[in-house]
T-cell receptor
Framework: DTGVSQDPRHKITKRGQNVTFRCDPI?????LYWYRQTLGQGPEFLTY????????KSRLLSDRFSAERPKGSFSTLEIQRTEQGDSAMYLC??????????????FGPGTRLTVL | DQQVKQNSPSLSVQEGRISILNCDYT??????FLWYKKYPAEGPTFLIS?????DKNEDGRFTVFLNKSAKHLSLHIVPSQPGDSAVYFC??????????????FGPGTSLSVIP
């Protein structure tokens, strides 16, 4: 257990429905990342928050995707009008900044999304 | 265009022997490299890292070697144990060249350690 939690762990939905995932980071971590992982691939970067500010979004993040981190603590990732191609594992990771050096990211267990 | 490559999707090793997992990268701007381990139904867990100014970093049974001229790194596990059976991701970071820890992951190598 890394201290990063995600909810739900599994989500099955029908195409066209909206889904929302939640990530609770390690409390002292101010950086939060969302990744998507499909079968046979490594995690792919989606977006990054420093505190409550969303500072970068990947081109993988279409207009149907939106992420928030309203108080700089937990974050939500919403997918509107889901498509079968959205089926994947969605991973949240967090880290902090210590003296300007690189810090490894701590991953949550992920939310597996299946779009029927 | 895959910037971090792990050309072996799987690897099987006898318990007690050495496991060598390889990784190649294309972007010479990467300045920090990491290995993550992933068990089924869990998120990736950080294992070991190396800065581009070094060519070797060791942590217990795990050693990472970096060959910058060849844009190649490898993870050595000695001796291999059945609990090491997992998917291993090589990852690279642009580090201080970006404002945050942007990490690019390879596709992973599934290691099976046979008792």
């Amino acid at each position: 257990d890394t201290g990063v939690s995600q909810d739900p762990r599994h989500k099955i939905t029908k195409r066209g429905q909206n889904v929302t995932f939640r990530c609770d980071p390690i409390s002292e971590h101010n950086r939060l990342y969302w990744y998507r992982q499909t079968l046979g691939q490594g995690p792919e970067f989606l977006t990054y928050f420093q505190n409550e500010a969303q500072l970068e979004k990947s081109r993988l993040l279409s207009d149907r995707f939106s992420a928030e981190r309203p108080k700089g603590s937990f974050s939500t990732l919403e997918i509107q009008r889901t498509e079968q191609g959205d089926s994947a594992m969605y991973l949240c990771a967090t880290n902090g900044v210590a003296g300007g050096t690189y810090n490894e990211q701590f991953f949550g267990p992920g939310t597996r999304l299946t779009v029927l | 265009d895959q910037q971090v490559k792990q050309n072996s999707p799987s690897l099987s090793v006898q318990e007690g022997r050495i496991s060598i997992l390889n990784c190649d990268y294309t972007n010479s701007m990467f300045d920090y490299f990491l290995w993550y381990k992933k068990y089924p139904a869990e998120g990736p867990t950080f294992l070991i890292s190396i800065s581009s100014i070094k060519d070797k970093n060791e942590d217990g049974r795990f050693t990472v070697f970096l060959n910058k001229s060849a844009k190649h790194l490898s993870l050595h596990i000695v001796p291999s144990q059945p609990g090491d059976s997992a998917v291993y991701f090589c990852a690279a970071s642009l580090g201080r060249k970006t404002s945050y820890d942007k990490v690019i992951f390879g596709p992973g190598t599934s290691l099976s350690v046979i008792p």
